[in-house]
């Protein structure tokens, strides 16, 4: 297998970075057109950061700090929210750069080794977490910076090196990205990371599963000193607490129709055909990792709202760099030849989110910005952070309606609960708002400023969402800090 050139491979991932940077900081904002709600969340998180506040220690989540700190430290240094979003993104490409060049050198002949570079990278950057909806959202950027790093770390465990082997490199690299998705969202360590490791066991790679062992426990360590053991231990409960939630424990799919539903069984077809040809056709560690990992993928899409197998883009990747080290059995549909149509028939699959994300930025590039407004209003901190007008504006709500002899219920929903939500006594309206999420913020801090609630009080709320009174310190929707 000829090695892509190495200097060529980095000028085009530059190139890469500095066309999206600038079609993504031109419009000189962030314009959203989705998830409102997941964003006021995100900036909840921020704000909290920047005051000092910790992760699970001062507040709970079931996401990483390292899914927050790049934007933090930008926010910190006096961007916008919105801009430090977006400055973020770019930080985390730098970062993981060098791990994304390595891996594509060593891993992937010729020219894959550009599209697996430019794969991973879009990960980063995308405005868009995937889907086939032609908009712009911050939701979920967390799950592709996982993403990414998951592409990283499993070509360099599963794929054969082109060339003279690092081992140390690959352990570096292996414990700095497993210690990254700990720290960004444990799912995808959960799911990938045993694998590998078992894989490094099989094959008696010892000085790279010491060296990533020893990188691993290294930043374990680390944070320890930042944030003391009870990091850890309350990063687990927040895990726990939402685990055993009814309602926050999976975003939609079960996890056994996210692996045999219609909607994604093909994927999983696919993926044992490839194991069932790797092994037949000599590769048969290669085979056994994939089936190994295949399981951690489909937890890692179950544990994803809206269960994207955004694997398959990696399960091709993967056979097309192994096509050439397999043994051609002859005759049609045997061997490569049939490894190159399941690796075809995933990339294909996956085809819409992925140029979804590629695409973003430029979606993003053509905002009509007489068309937005500040999701968070009268803030300067965040007004670089905007939503479509007429989704911040215009409040739409349901509510139930009653039929003649009909049961009352509140919802025609199976999984509501039947009996009314009751509070301090006073049984609670059915009612869900489904638009106009700043307009509804800003009456009700106003009404809460009216009442004299300020400086030092925090409100408890029921709802979702609690974005008016979430610090102590500053309100989003007041105009300048608090106190």
Sequence with gaps: MSRANPAILAAIMAAFVTLMAAVTFWPGAYYIRLHEGDTLHLISILLRMEEGQRPHLDFMTPIGALAFAPIVLFMKAGFGVGTAILAAQYLVVALLAPAIWWVALSRYPGRLAWLFAGVAMTLILGMMFGGTEASVSISMHYNRWAWAVTFVVVSAALLPVIGRERPRIDGLILGAGAAALVLIKLTFFVGVVPAIILLLLLRRDWITLVTALSVGL???????FWAGFDYWLAYLRDLLVVASSD???????SYGATAASPAYLGASLLALAAVVILRRSGARMEGLALLLLYPGFVLVA??????????LWLLGLLLMALRPTIADLGGFLKGRAMLTIVAAMALALSFGPMVNMLLSPFRHLATDKSKYVALVPGDRHLADLLTVKTRALRLDGRVPLLVPGAEDAPWNDAEV??????????????????????????????????????AGVQIFTTDVLSAFGCSVRRNPYKAERLG
């Design 302 to 311: 179950w544990q994803n709202w809206g269960n994207e197998p955004t694997w």
């Design 247 to 253: 309602g926050r424990s999976q975003p939609s799919e």
């Design 218 to 224: 290294l930043v374990a360590v680390s944070v320890v």
């Design 417 to 454: 609960r039947d009996e009314p939500a009751v509070l301090a006594g006073e049984v609670l309206a059915s009612c869900e708002a489904q638009l106009g999420m700043s307009t509804w913020m800003a009456a009700i801090a106003t009404d809460l400023d009216m009442a004299g609630y300020g």
